[in-house]
DNA sequence: ACAACAAATCAACCAATGTTGAAATAAAAC
DNA sequence: GTTTTATTTCAACATTGGTTGATTTGTTGT
């Protein structure tokens, strides 16, 4: 993975208006939503959220996807899970227990983060 | 969790210098590195380190414990992992098996992140 | 063709961030 | 106590990002 790309990803993940339109995004799954709809839900001028989505498309976050006179917006669950590793990867160089009591659980799905096993928590 | 908590997260990831420290810790584990040694490791300037190093603390991404004249900065595993849980929240409303054909498997360990059992994936 | 609508671009302004060398602080070694 | 070493703070500069209203592009329905 580039480092070019997460770069630009996180940079993407640093303003509020961004963060909440992927989250969106990520909650509406393949369905997505036209870019009206997600400036009414999230009450930003259109203008202003044009700006953002075209940031976030430009980092590869969402995908456009043209609708008669719709503009189509779905979040790049694959690079979202690509940042994750890139993040995670190395961790502890190889010895994972040593950030075992560390651990959070992700709440996307228990295919993708499952529940952590009795041995791995604290007391 | 705190929104600006997340904002300043990816704020701070989104600079080369500092993704590169963040990794570098995460890669070293409990044992962290002190701020000198990560300046030589990644060749930069211990002045501009500094900067990144105050903004990466600020954002709890990092912890620091003073060692007589050595500062020694760790990763924040546990922040990271609440990122994580923080991005993929809600992912598909609840319908995983919508974003399952999306996968990709982090490397932080088997104990975060299982290999994609077969059923996940496509032919 | 034309009016109505969705969305993007433009230009202007304001605000925040990254980098660097020199100076300051603070602990260790002599 | 003076010198050396580790790190941070400061001031200056250059660069980049966010918001807004007006305008433009492109599509649908009449």
């Known amino acids: 993975m580039k480092k070019n790309t997460v770069i630009s990803a996180f940079e993407s993940l640093s303003s509020g208006i961004r963060l909440d339109v992927f989250r969106l995004l990520v909650k509406k799954g393949p369905e997505g939503m036209v870019a009206g709809a997600i ?58 227990e040593q950030c075992a009591d560390m651990r959070a659980a992700s709440k ?10 009795p041995t791995q928590v604290k007391p």
Do not use: W
């Open 39 to 96: 400036a009414t839900t999230l009450d930003v001028p259109p203008t202003n959220l044009s700006f953002h989505l075209k940031a976030l498309t430009q980092a590869r976050l969402l995908t456009v996807e043209q609708e008669g006179r719709f503009q189509r917006y779905r979040a790049n669950i694959s690079l979202m899970l690509d940042l994750i590793a890139y993040l995670t990867e190395e961790c502890c160089s190889g010895h994972p």
């Open 108 to 117: 996307c799905s228990d295919a993708v983060l499952p529940p952590i096993s």
